[in-house]
């Protein structure tokens, strides 16, 4: 018997989960709050100038305080203004999952203007909460992170002109089983993410799909619970349906921990009332930013069947299958039992607007129907540690280099720009006197050289005894060929020494790697209907069996360029196709 009752504690102990959570840290503080503030939800914030072991700071703080009535919490009354940097320091009694939650508005002073600033949230060292971040209104960031250290800092980093604040810090302990440490991916399917607790999350979207706004006073967790009316797209296709929250189970192992009974006793289902057969998706859409990963939570619970077995959809999430032919009573055999699903979204994954969708299982088989309710949309820290823009506490841009970096690499690139043109006016300054009657101004100006000759060479120099021996090996173009030689291929641009028309223009004799000129041979006889360049390419073909001409040129009209500036070796290409 003895032994017996030794065996069912150990299975009770293993197998319940708490309905409820004490945890283990609970720090509300009104910042710049001279005592204790109590909220609607019987929560109380504690004074951070009575708790002043929780502050550090370097430069000045000051206490605003805001006497406006239309406020919809005390907390936003007060706030604490630094104009340099600051840190509250909490002690973390137990290691693990902590929520973090800052709380801002702007209060109004005639000595900062707090719409206008700009600053940086850091927590733990290293994790990027707010980057620039500037409020506009009362905004509350919501952040759950694993705190691995005995103490956890929250550091704000602002400056003279641009200080930072902040009205209210929540550092709350989290359950282990908030967020587990492997989940599915959304594509490919049958992936596994492992390691999600090294990752950092937050909130960006948390609905009680079909239901009421739910507050942290009625959330397991201290939550909030949004409506998702704006999200739905079109609210027409959907209609809002509920049970008694009382009447919604949990499965063996699982807790309202992950999402009270409040959520699950709402949905939205198809809005089918005047559809026979529906054939349609129930849409939301959100706006999210694609340079983070994200954790999708998707929350069901079957309150519209009235047997097993009788309702089956698809679920949809960034346009991909998330779950198909989903049957909830099967999976958690039976009705009105909470059932969730995470999903892990990579950043190419995420599209805008981002949707999820359910729809009817295109069968004959159950009802035509689908329902949902509650999302939950977590963003993941990149790989700089950063929830908020690419660069990472040390600078580290998520995008590549960090911003010293880049700075240093084009100052560098400017300076060398600099550096060359300054050398390059020298060098005009001390051209010889008779630098027009030179064989090339690249001697004196360009360090163009390769072998024995310069990149132009004389048009007096002989093909046969030199040739430019300038080659491009990265572009594959072969050899280059100065100026000259070319004027002298071609008997300075003759049009009795045209052969045919090519891509760019007339197509002149061609000079072979020994020297030789191309006597215009063809394969097919000398008519010049399939002529071949000296690489072998051959030419454009002859229209309607007749010989491929060109406009004739009078050799006074064409531009001959003695002299070697720079000018004439940029301008000239220009007269080189006859056009």
């Given at each position: 018997m003895a032994i017996l009752l030794l065996l069912l504690s150990i299975t009770v102990s293993v197998s319940a989960k708490p309905d409820t959570f004490k945890p283990p840290d609970?720090?509300?503080?009104?910042?710049?709050?001279?005592?204790?503030?109590?909220?609607?939800?019987?929560?109380?914030?504690?004074?951070?100038?009575?708790?002043?072991?929780?502050?550090?700071?370097?430069?000045?703080?000051?206490?605003?305080?805001?006497?406006?009535?239309?406020?919809?919490?005390?907390?936003?009354?007060?706030?604490?203004?630094?104009?340099?940097?600051?840190?509250?320091?909490?002690?973390?009694?137990?290691?693990?999952?902590?929520?973090?939650?800052?709380?801002?508005?702007?209060?109004?002073?005639?000595?900062?203007?707090?719409?206008?600033?700009?600053?940086?949230?850091?927590?733990?060292?290293?994790?990027?909460?707010?980057?620039?971040?500037?409020?506009?209104?009362?905004?509350?960031?919501?952040?759950?992170?694993?705190?691995?250290?005995?103490?956890?800092?929250?550091?704000?980093?602002?400056?003279?002109?641009?200080?930072?604040?902040v009205n209210a810090i929540e550092v709350v302990s989290a359950p282990d089983m908030v967020i587990t440490e492997h989940i599915d991916a959304l594509f490919p399917v049958g992936k596994k993410i492992d390691g999600i607790t090294k990752f950092s999350f937050q909130k960006m979207y948390r609905l009680n799909v079909g239901g009421v706004v739910i507050g942290p006073g009625n959330d397991t967790l201290g939550r909030n619970w949004d409506s998702d009316q704006k999200f739905l797209k079109p609210q027409s296709a959907a209609k809002n349906i509920s049970i008694a929250p009382n009447v919604v189970t949990y499965l063996e192992g699982g807790s309202p921990l992950i999402a009270p009974p409040t959520v699950y006793a709402s949905a939205v289902e198809m809005g089918t009332s005047d559809i026979i057969a529906p054939n349609f998706n129930v849409t939301w859409q959100f706006d999210l930013d694609h340079s983070y990963p994200y954790l999708i939570r998707l929350h069901f619970c079957d309150i519209v069947s009235k047997s097993l077995n009788e309702l089956y959809f698809n679920v949809y999430v960034g346009g991909k299958i998330a779950i198909s032919a989903l049957d909830l009573s099967t999976v958690t055999n039976g009705l009105s039992v909470a059932y969730y699903k995470d999903l892990f979204v990579e950043p190419s994954m995420v599209s805008s607007p981002f949707l999820i969708q359910v729809g009817p299982l295109n069968e004959p088989m159950g009802t035509k129907n689908a329902i949902l309710n509650g999302v939950e949309i977590l963003r993941v820290n990149n790989s700089v540690n950063s929830l908020d823009g690419e660069f990472g506490a040390d600078g580290r841009s998520a995008m590549g280099p960090s911003r010293g970096t880049v700075a240093a690499v084009g100052f560098a690139m400017m300076f060398g720009a600099f550096a060359g043109l300054g050398a390059m006016a020298v060098k005009w300054q001390k051209r010889p006197q008779d630098w027009q009657k030179k064989n090339s101004f690249s001697s004196w100006l360009l360090p163009l050289h390769a072998g024995d000759a310069s990149f132009l060479a004389s048009s007096k120099t002989s093909l046969g005894s030199k040739k430019s021996a300038f080659h491009s090996s990265t572009m594959g173009l072969g050899r280059y060929l100065s100026f000259a030689e070319l004027q002298e291929a071609t008997k300075n641009w003759d049009s009795n020494s045209v052969i045919g028309v090519g891509g760019f223009g007339n197509v002149y004799l061609g000079v072979l790697e020994d020297g030789t000129k191309d006597q215009g041979k063809t394969e097919e006889g000398s008519n010049g209907t399939s002529s071949t360049l000296a690489n072998g390419a051959p030419l454009a073909p002859a229209v309607d069996n007749r010989p491929v001409t060109t406009p004739s040129h009078n050799p006074a009209e064409v531009q001959v360029i003695e002299d070697h500036s720079g000018t004439a070796m940029f301008a000239h290409p220009a007269n080189l196709n006859g056009r």
């Open positions: 609970n720090y509300l503080i009104d910042c710049g709050s001279s005592s204790q503030t109590t909220l609607p939800d019987r929560r109380t914030f504690s004074s951070d100038s009575t708790s002043s072991q929780y502050l550090q700071y370097h430069g000045r703080q000051i206490n605003l305080a805001d006497q406006s009535a239309d406020l919809p919490l005390p907390i936003y009354k007060s706030a604490k203004v630094f104009d340099s940097k600051a840190t509250y320091s909490f002690h973390v009694s137990k290691t693990g999952w902590h929520w973090i939650r800052l709380h801002f508005f702007p209060v109004k002073n005639k000595e900062f203007k707090l719409q206008e600033t700009k600053f940086t949230v850091i927590a733990g060292e290293t994790l990027v909460l707010l980057h620039e971040y500037t409020p506009k209104g009362i905004e509350m960031r919501e952040y759950l992170t694993n705190v691995t250290t005995p103490n956890l800092n929250i550091m704000f980093s602002g400056e003279k002109d641009s200080p930072a604040f």
